[in-house]
């Protein structure tokens, strides 16, 4: 009777949970260690555990990862994977992809890369970010670079018609808004730009953007092409330093998440300069970052140069804080304070400041805990999981001084609806990485978890408006950016790359990356089938989680030294190319209850799952371009050097094989659009668009291939003309 019981139980895990195992060795009672023995300068974290605290026993072997423990965790960082390949169950990078440049779009027809936008998923994806898909990003960037400004370049956004956003010239190293090929626009394009400020903090997000690939590639060559470039644009916002106190004077417009910075309101009724604390964040995150190239690449005079900026821009920020330790949104030049709870005037939280310097590790530990104390304490910031831009509603607008809510715009001056207290998935995922740091596991699971489900009903809609709520969606329910019922921005890819850059805190340096164990204290064992990048050294990484405190450590199966307790370092040159890593962690993590329920329908993992449709089946419009890439492939099996081509041509075929798995799946109802008929058909048709662009996509490839004087380019182009007959 025992046996059958537990068969009976077996199978409803599986039913529930996906392919599950019962494994017998973990099927013991965890015990937490009753007393911590020091190595060194413990951090004092955190609450332990109880003494003892029963864990679920079962283990899951996903697709990107397995592990045991938390079934349903496991399966939110094994479905985060999904998003960054070719798969039927949730959106995926192919669904950004502009084949005719040859780079990610913001998405959703709108046709060009924004900064505010895509940095929260640039930044966490770039550890594990795979080919085609690295090297994309780093264009998609140069749309960007390509265009800085240098005083003298016109955005030249249009159709060629003259208007506001076309005629602004930019000072020397400004980068701006948004981008495309030959085309920039140097300052939020939205609102009454006449009054804007140049974009000060987009320009510092590009800088850390642009360092962080640096510092994972560790190319020398690269940095030689970059750096002069990121020096442009720091001396751009160094001409706004203030001497008097090292902040950044800047006026209305100019922070990432513009153009909620209103600047200061002046008695004549015109708005000038404050001191915005989201520049000096976001800047010094990227003076860190470029300490650690100049340090790489062997520049010292350059390295002297921005240590004292770095040192000086971090030594200021005590001024741009509330004494409850929390960040402020701006400040005036005569001392006012704009976002502190409980004043009368200005009396909100600023979210986006606050998640940011967590995040980027600007700040240290018991400042982070501060702003976490503070966030957590006042729950009209996270009304539904998510972190809002602000609460209450912002009243130091250009567009409505002195009120928390206002029109102008098209209406999307309401709180809760755009940048004033709206909802924004680069934000969340930056929050994400900050409830990571501070090991608040059930923040994560519940913000990961919303946005499962809006990905699951294909609606990563940019913003979430009604403060995260969505019931309606000003952009993605109406007018021309409605696609079939369908939204896929880039935003909202941060939340799935942070969920999984978070596990291990990468940190990466001159010459070694600094890896932080934040396994999910619910989670006793994790492995990760993908590896994160450094340069060209592939590292694959592993968790036996018992705490925040690292136990052990093995490379490739040989025991490697412990010099800290909180963090694991690893040599450069000390690596293998292909490092097996190996952690076991002590300490015990906070006993957390889990509220949020897991979407498991539709699964990535399932019992149909190892039943791939066939492509045969295929619409007629689809046939031939799969058969000439299916071709192709094959051409390049035996090609020397074409391991780019390769790449680009396995996501094509998969996302053309995927047509077919998605007709078969049973998306389930939906979670807060319901899938009705026309809404899954709509997503079908949406999957047969994306394979046709990564088809056109390397269509272009070969075209530019043809006319280069390249001989293996050549010979590659022939190949592909032949596999089209």
């Known amino acids: ?19 599950v195992s019962p494994d017998l060795k973990a099927q013991t009672t965890h015990k937490a260690p009753a007393k911590i023995v020091k190595k060194g ?39 985060s994977f999904a998003f960054f390949h070719p798969n039927a169950v949730v959106p995926n990078l192919t669904m950004i992809y502009n084949p005719e440049w040859d780079t990610f779009t913001e998405g959703a027809g709108w046709g060009a890369w924004w900064i505010q936008n895509s940095y929260g ?36 956004w249009g159709d060629g018609k003259p208007n506001k956003l076309s005629e602004l010239v930019a ?27 140049w974009f000060y903090e987009a320009t510092a997000a590009g800088v850390v953007m642009q360092a962080e690939i640096l510092l994972v590639s560790h190319n020398k060559k690269e940095c030689d092409r970059y750096l002069p470039k990121m020096e442009r644009a720091c001396e751009f916002i160094e001409r706004a330093r203030d001497p008097k106190n090292n902040l950044f004077l800047v006026g209305p417009a100019c922070n990432l998440l513009a153009p909620s910075y209103g600047g200061v309101k002046q008695p004549d009724g015109t708005f000038g300069k404050g001191y915005l604390t989201g520049l000096s964040i976001t800047y010094l995150a990227a003076l860190d970052r470029l300490v650690e190239l100049y340090k790489f690449t062997g520049d010292n005079e350059k390295l002297t140069i921005f240590e004292k900026r770095q040192q000086i821009t971090r030594e200021s920020l005590t001024q741009l804080m509330t004494p409850a330790g929390y960040f402020v949104k701006s400040v005036e030049p005569g001392g006012i304070k704009h976002g502190v709870l409980g004043q009368q005037q200005f009396g909100y939280l600023e979210g986006v400041a606050n998640a940011d310097a967590v995040a980027l590790r600007v700040v240290d530990d018991k400042t982070s805990e501060n702003i976490y104390k503070q966030i957590a304490a006042f729950p009209a910031i996270r009304p539904y999981d998510f972190l809002m831009t602000n609460a209450p509603g912002l009243d130091d607008t250009y567009g409505g001084w002195g009120k928390t809510s206002g029109k102008g715009v098209e209406g999307f001056w309401t709180f809760g609806d755009w940048v004033n207290g709206g909802v924004w998935g680069t934000v969340e995922g930056r929050a994400i990485l900050m409830y990571y740091r501070l090991g608040k596991f059930e923040d994560i699971r519940r913000s990961a978890t919303r946005a499962m489900r809006w990905a699951k009903d294909f609606r990563m809609d940019a913003p979430w408006s009604q403060r995260g709520e969505n019931d309606h969606n000003p952009w993605s329910d109406s007018g021309k950016f409605r696609v079939g019922g369908v939204a896929v921005m880039v935003d909202n890819f941060a939340i799935p790359a942070a969920t999984i850059r978070g596990l291990f805190d990468c940190d990466y340096r001159s010459d070694r990356l600094i890896l932080r164990p934040r396994v999910p204290g619910s989670i006793t064992r994790y492995v990760q089938k993908e590896p994160i990048h450094f340069g060209n050294k592939q590292i694959f990484l592993s968790c036996e989680n018992a705490g925040p405190i690292v136990k052990s450590v093995k490379v490739n199966g040989n025991a490697f030294g412990v010099s800290s307790p909180n963090e694991v370092t690893l040599l450069y040159n000390d690596l293998p190319a292909v490092a097996n890593i190996e952690i076991e962690t002590e300490g015990g993590w906070v006993d957390e209850a889990s509220v949020a329920v897991y979407p498991v329908k539709p699964s990535l993992i399932s019992k149909n799952s190892a039943n ?59 979670y807060y659009r319901p899938i009705t008929a026309e809404r899954k058909e709509g997503i079908n048709q949406f999957y047969e668009k994306t394979a046709l662009s990564m088809y056109n996509g390397f269509v272009k490839k070969m075209s530019g291939y043809a006319m280069s004087s390249d001989s293996r380019q050549k010979r590659i182009a022939a190949l592909f003309s032949d596999a089209q007959k």
């Not at 004092?44 to 864990?55: F, G, I, Q």
């Not at 495309?180 to 804007?196: R, S, Y």
Request: with cysteine.
């Open 121 to 156: 998923f640039s930044y966490a994806a770039t550890p594990f970010l795979q080919e085609p898909w690295f090297s994309t990003l780093q264009r998609s960037w140069d749309l960007f670079w390509d265009n800085q400004g240098d005083g003298k370049r016109k955005g030249g």
């Open 612 to 670: 791939p449709q066939p492509t045969a089946q295929l619409p007629d419009s689809l046939r031939k371009p799969f058969a000439a890439l299916s071709a192709m492939y094959r051409s390049l099996e035996g090609e020397s050097g074409a391991e780019n081509e390769r790449t680009f041509l396995s996501v094509a075929i998969k996302s053309f094989e995927e047509v077919q798995a998605r007709k078969a799946l049973d998306p389930g109802p939906g």
């Open 1 to 19: 009777m025992k046996k059958l019981t537990f068969f009976l139980f077996l199978i409803v895990c599986i039913s529930v949970n996906g392919i």
């Open 41 to 79: 300068p413990v951090k004092k974290y955190r609450k332990r555990t109880p003494a003892k605290v029963v864990l679920n026993t079962f283990a899951y072997d996903g697709k990107y990862c397995s592990g045991t423990g938390d079934i349903n965790f496991l399966r939110l960082i094994d479905e």
């Open 171 to 197: 000072p020397d190293g400004s980068l701006g808004d948004a981008a495309a090929p030959t085309q920039i626009i140097f300052k939020q394009g939205d609102g009454n730009v006449k009054i804007h400020d």
